[in-house]
């Protein structure tokens, strides 16, 4: 049997603002240690119920931030960043289950540091469906056939989770109390409850149905302001929709509009505000 693991950095227990997260401030170094230990703690839960493989995938940032020196022997990792597919790469039909660890809410949503991808987009949808980073990886393991088994991450995270993924099991390691305030579990009750989740969720995995994605889905990112608009919307096959600042986009599969979200919003990242 083998797991993927996806592991984000926002949702990480005891992390409560950016200087956690962005690798220019005091506290990043603490961060990755932390971040380790979490992948650590779920590593050893899926081993302990029969897994045989676990693949780690870094998926914040630039997405080099686990401590390959102090990650468990037996998982692989993925690091380091260009990534085709990014938060999911290499995820593919041969998994039993995703867990997605380190997780936050989408942009706009109550919960730690909620952002989609970048902080210029207000909102992005999967034709009628809203989703954050969350969802839309949710969506490629569906195109795989493979169930997101467990969330952990903020109460945000959680409960956007289980709004998607019927039978999801979740696990909450903090409480927001603002976006960047939290009550958190001290680290070694979130590793004993992520190894106790993770066990349930390989017990459970065949009662949570994979999130299957439209066929021929529309992306539509909503952008904080025009300009970023006009920088994604460079893409081809990409259109503004008029009087918004919702760039649209129709794909041929949930794999390329996973990858069209992350060319739009590399590209509006270029926006200046002066």
């Known amino acids: 049997m083998k797991l993927f693991l996806s592991i984000d950095m926002e949702g990480i227990t005891g992390l409560p603002d950016h200087t956690f997260v962005d690798s220019g401030k005091h506290n990043y ?3 990755r240690r ?4 979490e992948a650590n703690a779920i590593v050893e839960g899926a081993l302990s119920s029969g897994v045989k493989e676990v693949l780690v995938n870094d998926s914040h940032s630039k997405m080099n931030n686990i ?9 692989s990792l993925i690091t380091g960043d260009v990534k085709p597919f990014s938060m999911v790469q290499a995820l593919d039909e041969s998994y039993i289950g995703a867990v997605f660890a380190g997780y936050h809410s989408r942009a706009g949503q109550p919960g730690v540091m909620s952002h989609s991808m970048i902080f210029g987009v207000r909102n992005m949808y999967i034709n009628d469906v809203e989703v954050g980073e969350l969802g839309f990886n949710a969506y490629v393991a569906g195109h795989f056939g493979v169930p997101v088994i467990m969330v952990a991450g903020d109460d945000g995270a959680c409960k956007e989770a289980e709004a998607l993924i019927p039978g999801v099991v979740t696990a909450v390691v903090k409480e927001s109390i603002s976006r960047s305030a939290v009550k958190t579990l001290h680290p070694q009750k979130a590793h004993a ?3 106790e989740k993770v066990a349930k969720a390989i017990s459970e995995r065949n009662q949570i149905k994979p999130l299957i994605p439209p066929k021929t889905p529309t992306l539509r990112i ?4 025009y300009g970023q608009a006009e920088w994604a919307a460079l893409m081809p096959g990409c259109e503004i929709i008029e009087g918004t600042t919702t760039v649209k986009f129709e794909a ?6 996973y990858r069209a979200m ?3 919003v590399e590209l509006a990242m270029q926006t200046k505000f002066c």
Not at 67 to 75: F, K, M, R, T
Not at 222 to 225: A, D, G, K, L, P
Not at 252 to 257: C, N, R, S, T, Y
Request: net charge negative.
């Open 262 to 264: 992350l060319v739009m």
């Open 34 to 37: 932390l971040m380790t230990q």
């Open 193 to 195: 409850l992520l190894r």
């Open 252 to 257: 041929k599969d949930i794999l390329e509009a």
């Open 222 to 225: 909503e952008f904080v302001n």
């Open 67 to 75: 401590l390959v020196e102090e990650l468990h022997p037996e998982a």
């Open 29 to 31: 170094e603490r961060a």
